[in-house]
Every structure is written in structure tokens, then in C-alpha cells.
């Protein structure tokens, strides 16, 4: 029974004394409460709906938020790795190793230790490649 049907219940009830809610003041006591429960159960039921609805809303923006994250956190796992390490790249010119560390990255280029070309650096792998293709067909 929700809170609804049992208020409709007690109005029932309630009815079935036949009290006089005009000349009676305990009458017209339980009238007036027995009205408040009405208002009191819409409420209460109109909150619950809101509940179930906002915690499915949540639940999908939950979800999506995970997504997110995911993508976010994967993003700083890899930027983790030029912030705090270097790594070497072979000359496309003379095959020695320059080191790219984080000075380098920031400057944009480095220069090979070996014949001094200088490459332009940059953050995404897919145009280092493109760069170090280039450079090879220029031999
Ligand atoms: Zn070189």
C-alpha cells in the first residue's frame, strides 16, 4: 500500500464515523489533518518519483563521466612519461642517438650529437615520424 492508498484508507475510515466536521471541533480536527496527509503523501510520492529519476540520471552521467576519465587519465599516463624520463630517437641523418628530454621538448628541436642537424620535436608521435621520413628521402 503506497502512503496515497492509505490515507485514502483512513479518509475511509474516517467517513465511515460520520463526524460532524462543522460543529464538531474534533471533527473538523481530523478533517483538516486527514488533509494535510493528503498534500503530505502527493509530496512525498512526487519526491520519491524525482529520486528513481535523478539517480538514473546520475547513474548514466556516471557512466560517462568513467569514460572520461579514462581518457583523461591514459592522456596524463603519457605526458607523465616526457615530464619525467627522456628517451633517445636515432638520427635519421647519421644514426647516432639524441637524447629528447625535457628541455628539448620544451625548446621544440634538438640537435644531433653526432652531424648537428637539428629536428623540430613535437608532442605527437604521428608528425615525428612524418619529420624523420622526410628527412631520410632528403639523403
Ligand atoms: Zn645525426
Keep these: 500500500m503506497t502512503i496515497s492508498e492509505k490515507v485514502a484508507y483512513l479518509k475511509g475510515l474516517a467517513e465511515g464515523l460520520d463526524l460532524d466536521t462543522v460543529k464538531s471541533k474534533e471533527g473538523k480536527l481530523i478533517s483538516v489533518m486527514i488533509g494535510i496527509l493528503e498534500e ?20 548514466v552521467l556516471s557512466d560517462d563521466l568513467a569514460d572520461v576519465e579514462s581518457e583523461v587519465f591514459d592522456e596524463d599516463d603519457d605526458m607523465e612519461d616526457y615530464d619525467d624520463d627522456w628517451f633517445e630517437v636515432e638520427c635519421p641523418t647519421c644514426g647516432a ?16 650529437p653526432g652531424c648537428g642537424a637539428r629536428y623540430a620535436m613535437e608532442l605527437t608521435d604521428d608528425e615525428d615520424e612524418e619529420e624523420e621520413s622526410e628527412a631520410g628521402e632528403e639523403e
Design 40 to 59: 503530505l503523501a502527493m509530496s512525498v510520492e512526487d519526491l520519491e518519483e524525482n529520486a528513481l529519476n535523478l539517480g538514473e540520471e546520475i547513474d
Design 97 to 112: 642517438d639524441i637524447m629528447v628530454d625535457d628541455s628539448a621538448l620544451l625548446e621544440g628541436e634538438v640537435e644531433c
